[in-house]
């Protein structure tokens, strides 16, 4: 069997640098304010287009159908939105632990579209990408849009941000934190009062209003919470389970980390100030 003339892609994790729950639609759809960032470390998708129009995913998650895995759906949607008779052949290294509210799932699936629409040489615009995003996931829009930023909305309302450099010890402690579970929790209060401009002053340390219910419902979460505040104003990033606490240098992350890697998987990674792909569109 030939082998495949792969292309690799990076699709870098996000942080929440703070998230508030502000409202609740008539669809039930929660209404938010958050920061992302994008961080230096990551997945890596490994792209080769098809002659047959087929999407193949190589490797794929245990106990999840390939039909299913976010990269494949956005292939694929891709391919309906523009009548493309290409297919591709798609292999995901995993480094973003899943269920980290880290957005690795989000981010293999914006890079897809990414990478595919230059392979592809589809032509589609950010916005338009952007929007086929949006059909499949709140957070994947945000890796397209490729620049930090300011987010209301259900997340895809997004202004871009200047945010100062930064390094992150993030943490995984051992808990898996269901997403629908938090946000439909009688615990969850949902009525934060909105920012009045989206500038970092006003975000950041104002904390993630979906802390305090994970740390009730998962203990885990709460120690590594309490380790890593024994260093500074540690945080929970998106719906949990990781938690991350800002550096102003590599050495203070890199000291940090020593300390509590010895009970806690983890990382220590650079803020960026843009997605690697974002002048590749």
């Known amino acids: ?9 990076p699709a870098p994790a996000k942080l929440n640098l703070m998230l508030k729950v502000v409202g609740r639609r008539p669809d039930g759809y929660h209404l938010l304010e958050t920061v992302f960032r994008f961080v230096d470390f990551g997945d890596t998708v490994a792209i080769a287009p098809r002659d047959d129009g ?10 999840i159908e390939p039909a299913h895995d976010l990269t494949v759906r956005a292939a ?11 297919g591709a052949d798609l292999c995901v290294t995993k480094r973003i632990p899943m269920g980290g509210g880290l957005g690795g799932g989000s981010s293999d699936a914006a890079t ?41 909305g259900i997340g895809d309302e997004l202004e871009a941000v200047a945010l100062p450099q930064k390094w992150y010890v993030v943490l995984r402690p051992e808990a898996h934190v269901p997403t629908a579970e938090i946000f439909s929790s ?9 920012s009045i401009m989206p500038i970092l002053e006003t975000t950041q340390q104002v904390g993630n209003d979906l ?43 890199a000291r940090i980390f020593r300390v509590v890697s010895a009970r806690y998987d983890g990382f220590v ?8 792909l974002y002048d590749a569109n």
């Open 1 to 9: 069997m030939a082998s495949i003339d792969y292309q690799f892609f």
């Open 54 to 63: 087929r999407v193949v995913l190589h490797d794929p998650i245990p106990g």
């Open 76 to 86: 694929r949607l891709l391919q309906q939105e523009t009548a493309c008779p290409l």
């Open 112 to 152: 897809v579209l990414l990478a595919l629409n230059r392979l592809w040489e589809t032509g589609l615009s950010r916005e338009r990408l952007m929007i086929l995003a949006g059909r499949l996931g709140a957070d994947v829009p945000v890796f397209v849009f490729g620049r930090n930023a300011f987010a209301r």
């Open 186 to 194: 009688p615990l969850l209060t949902r009525d934060s009062e909105p």
């Open 211 to 253: 802390q305090s219910v994970v740390c009730k419902l998962y203990p885990a979460v709460k120690e590594a919470l309490d380790e890593l505040g024994k260093f500074g104003s540690s945080l929970m990033t998106g719906s949990g389970s990781c938690v991350f606490l800002e550096c102003d240098s590599e050495d203070e992350a």
């Open 269 to 276: 990674a650079k803020g960026l100030d843009r997605h690697p």
